[in-house]
């Protein structure tokens, strides 16, 4: 498995997708920080809003009394995995209705899909082992601020895609971390692993170079809590 250009990976992408979920223009397209947990086997705790009670402490048959314990700020639980920082992204949290991992030796591509048709969102985890230094085990990944052209490790999101592989906004991670609680030695075994506190923000790549470029006042979207568990699949030869 090797870099080629992000229109052909992407396209590649949706190409796999279709056989489950049909990757087609029927269907109004999921993403942009849908965080209600689809039944995929995949744990997407980022939330985008709590738990809220609707019940306070304020008892409508208790005694109307100035000093009673009415307080301003009822018992609303917020509930939710998103820390303060996410307050500053524009989305938060991804669902997934499909997702695959190919496996080229020390090569992994996972991906998740937003929607069964398009357009669609794809989270994308990249990692390269054999050929740009990559991880080639078992570990924690510190994601750092680095250009796509030199990343071993990249996770990016894919957003606004259509089946020809054109997508409407590029989304890199440049903090946080990814632990791989297990690393397939070879395809078919089981990929797992857990992104915590990743923040993607919006980039272009030159689709020559491979060099990521941060968009000027572009966008940022955080993924607090997202686990995976699944066999890798042969790259096709």
């Keep these: 498995m090797y870099r080629n250009t992000i229109k052909i990976l992407i396209a590649t992408l949706c190409a796999v997708s279709?056989?489950?979920t049909g990757c087609s223009d029927d269907d109004n397209g999921g993403g942009g920080g849908d965080n209600n947990a689809a039944d995929t086997g995949v744990d997407t705790s980022a939330d985008a809003g709590g738990t809220e009670d609707?019940?306070?402490d304020d008892d409508a048959g208790s005694d109307?009394?100035?000093?009673s314990d009415d307080d301003a700020g009822s018992t609303e639980d917020t509930g939710s995995d998103d820390d303060a920082s996410s307050s500053a992204c524009d989305y938060t949290g991804f669902t997934a209705v499909f997702e695959v991992a190919s496996q080229d030796q020390q090569d992994i591509v996972?991906?998740?899909?937003s929607s069964e048709g398009t357009p669609v969102d794809y989270l994308s985890a990249e990692i390269y082992g054999t050929s740009f230094g990559?991880?080639?085990s078992a570990g924690t990944i510190t994601v750092v601020d680095e250009s796509y052209a030199d990343c071993g490790n990249c996770f990016m999101i894919y957003q606004g895609c259509d089946d020809t592989g054109e997508c409407a906004k590029?989304?890199?991670?440049?903090s946080g971390t990814v632990d791989i609680t297990d690393y397939p030695a070879s395809a078919g075994e089981t990929l797992s692993a857990t992104m915590t506190d990743l923040v993607f923000e919006e980039v272009t790549i030159d689709p020559e170079t491979f060099a990521s470029t941060k968009v000027q006042d572009g966008e940022t979207w955080c993924i607090?809590?997202?686990?995976?568990?699944l066999a890798t699949e042969a790259v096709a030869q």
């Design 18 to 20: 279709l056989a489950a």
């Design 54 to 56: 609707s019940g306070s």
């Design 64 to 67: 109307d009394d100035a000093g």
């Design 110 to 113: 996972y991906s998740a899909d």
């Design 134 to 136: 990559g991880a080639t």
């Design 170 to 174: 590029t989304f890199m991670a440049t």
């Design 224 to 229: 607090n809590d997202y686990s995976l568990s």
